[in-house]
T-cell receptor
């Protein structure tokens, strides 16, 4: 158990809909990263927040948005969903230890768009 | 553009053999190179990591070899076991608190 929690575990929805994925980082971690993992794309970095502020943006579509709240939990909003958005979505929080930054991944949310 | 290139995409090794996964990067500003292990249905978990000031780091059966001049690093799994069957990702990052760039992953199968 990494200490990072994600809800829901599974999500099935239809094209055109909007969903919200939730992530709670490990206690004390200020950074939250969101990743999309599909079969043919590996781990794609979407966005990073640090203590409530957006720090880095990766391959995140305009239909997707995220935020980090004062209690440090984060939400990833996916709208106008398309079949191709079906994937595993991971969040990770990070801590500096052992000479580098370790990312701790949550168990993921499996999204299926029908 | 893929910042970190990983090969092979899949690997099948006999129990007791050596598994080798390779990664290459372009950005010389990267200074931290972790490897993550992911089992089906789970999130990736840190396995071992190295900084470019050393050429090798060993933890149990897992070794990272780092070649700074070639901008390559590799993971060696000695005495591979069926329990090592998982997907392995290499990654690179620059300084602390910055974006991690992941390789595309290698699916390792260790057959008894």
């Amino acid at each position: 158990d990494s200490g990072v929690t994600q809800t829901p575990k599974h999500l099935i929805t239809a094209t055109g809909q909007r969903v919200t994925l939730r992530c709670s980082p490990r206690s004390g971690d200020l950074s939250v990263y969101w990743y999309q993992q599909s079969l043919d794309q590996g781990l794609q970095f979407l966005i990073q927040y640090y203590n409530g502020e957006e720090r880095a943006k990766g391959n995140i579509l305009e239909r997707f948005s995220a935020q980090q709240f004062p209690d440090l939990h984060s939400e990833l909003n996916l709208s106008s969903l398309e079949l191709g958005d079906s994937a595993l979505y991971f969040c990770a929080s990070s801590a500096y230890q052992g000479g580098g930054e370790t990312q701790y991944f949550g168990p993921g949310t499996r999204l299926l768009v029908l | 553009q893929q910042q970190v290139k990983q090969s092979p995409q899949s690997l099948i090794v006999q129990k007791g053999g050596i598994s080798i996964i390779n990664c290459a990067y372009e950005n010389t500003a990267f200074d931290y190179f972790p490897w993550y292990q992911q089992f089906p249905g789970k999130g990736p978990a840190l396995l071992i990591a190295i900084r470019p000031d050393v050429s090798e780091k060993k933890e149990g059966r897992f070794t990272i070899s780092f070649n700074k001049s070639a901008k390559q690093f590799s993971l060696h799994i000695m005495d591979s076991q069926p329990g090592d069957s998982a997907t392995y990702f290499c990654a690179a990052s620059r300084n602390t608190g910055n974006q991690f760039y992941f390789g595309t992953g290698t699916s390792l199968t260790v057959i008894p």
